[in-house]
């Protein structure tokens, strides 16, 4: 089972992800519901991969996931986060190098039937309100199945909001959110092998023939579809 989970075709994360935080004059934000793993509202976000450097990766994102175009960016913060995504955990193991920038756009909205639904401004108090129900899923009091159906602010996007001084959350919900961006939705269970690779073993090792290694054993990936997708995600490519 583990080594069909873990076919060659499943994509490895290369650990580099922006995130871009678009504003109007009125000083509410264009987010949206995500529509791949893991869910949550969100801003235009992915990884870096082969788009150039993460000022080309950030253009590139608004572009695909809002079908707007980037006019200047301002870079906000930047740090690593131990947050999941749905491939296969990169060579520093799972989370991400993230480049947060705000943005000015042009064009018309457009956004990606693919990765986005329910695109809309939100207030910094709406947000508040989206990361008091976040907060709530962190601890427990919100099953992964109400989440997915009506999201709070994903995970790794709360620390990103405070950051840039648009919402507050306490240092307590702070690291209760942290650890469900690092368990990943639907992964969280205390003993799941995946999100427990880079914290306990170092970074994992991939095999010539797909598998993954850390501390000396093959990593199963529970909860993992056999093409790499997690379950109720059906997109042909991640974020
Ligand atoms: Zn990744």
């Given amino acids: 089972m583990a080594s069909q989970l873990l076919g060659s075709t499943a994509k490895r994360c290369d650990n580099r992800s922006v995130g871009v935080l678009i504003t109007d004059p009125a000083g509410r934000l264009l987010m949206f519901d995500r529509n791949t793993f893991p869910p949550g509202v969100a801003g235009a976000a992915g990884h870096i991969d082969g788009h150039g450097d993460e000022f080309d990766a950030a253009r590139a994102e608004v572009s695909e996931e809002l079908g707007l175009t980037v006019t200047s960016l301002s870079p906000v913060c930047s740090g690593w986060r131990d947050n999941r995504c749905r491939r296969l955990p990169g060579a520093e193991g799972i989370g991400h190098y993230w480049h947060i920038y705000r943005a000015e756009v042009t064009g018309t909205l457009t956004p990606s039937a693919r990765e986005t639904r329910n695109v809309r401004w939100l207030t910094p108090a709406d947000l508040q309100t989206l990361t008091a129900r976040t907060a709530a899923y962190a601890r427990g009091q919100i099953t992964n199945a109400q989440f997915a159906e009506a999201p709070g602010v994903e995970p790794v996007w709360v620390a990103w909001l405070v950051a840039a001084g648009v919402v507050n959350a306490t240092r307590g919900d702070l690291d209760n959110i ?62």
């Fill in 178 to 239: 942290d650890r469900a961006a690092a368990r990943g939705h639907g992964m969280d269970r205390k003993d799941s092998p995946v999100t427990s690779v880079r914290n306990h073993y170092g970074p994992a090792e991939i095999t010539a023939d797909g598998k993954v290694i850390a501390g000396g054993k093959q990593v199963s990936f529970t909860g993992v579809n056999a093409d790499g997708s997690f379950p109720g995600e059906h997109g042909e490519e991640d974020q």
